[in-house]
């Protein structure tokens, strides 16, 4: 059976099409939904729109993983109350396979805009803020460590008393 279309077996004389290193072919995945055209696929694998407005919820600060499963995640955190859990019920989940944090309320960082203070609420004993067991609610500020089971944190806020999404520019 020949390679390349057109090339017959036994001769060398005929030279394979060039092929060009900078096409780029899009190809829908898997079926086609119902109602689109197979352009409209193509064309939705090529430019995805974004379909969520950011300023209904908008991030105002992260937590990154840096130590324990997940290492190198950074996961948004919004205005109120972020719990933190495995399950898919939290709000910021931690699911990346370490089984000693809670399924859905291992803690919570609220960000209450009125003070513009971010506030860790523990709700086990084994949620750690600087080394420290973390007991009811404290204040946090940027750069602070937390831990949960053997999941370490470094949380980092974008808003505060500087900055705040709902002041007017």
Request: hydrophobic content about 40%; overall charge positive; some cysteine.
């Amino acid at each position: 059976m020949p390679l390349y279309r057109g090339l017959k077996q036994g001769s060398s004389t005929t030279t394979p099409p060039p092929l060009d290193p900078t096409r780029r072919v899009a190809r829908p995945s898997g079926r086609l939904r119902p109602g689109l055209s197979p352009a409209a696929t193509v064309s939705a694998v090529v430019a995805p729109v974004a379909t969520t407005d950011t300023l209904i919820n908008p991030v105002v600060g992260w937590l990154a993983i840096i130590a324990g499963p997940g290492r190198g995640t950074v996961l948004p955190l919004s205005y109120g109350v972020n719990d933190i859990g495995r399950g898919a019920g939290a709000k910021v989940q931690l699911d990346f396979g370490d089984t000693a944090i809670a399924l859905e309320n291992q803690a919570a960082i609220i960000y209450t805009a009125g003070s513009r203070h971010f506030y860790l609420q523990s709700v086990t004993a084994e949620t750690r803020h600087n080394g420290q067991p973390a007991s009811a609610s404290v204040a946090l500020t940027s750069g602070d460590l937390l831990q949960l089971g053997q999941t370490r944190l470094r949380f980092v806020s974008l808003c505060g008393p500087d900055f705040d999404w709902r002041d007017n520019d």
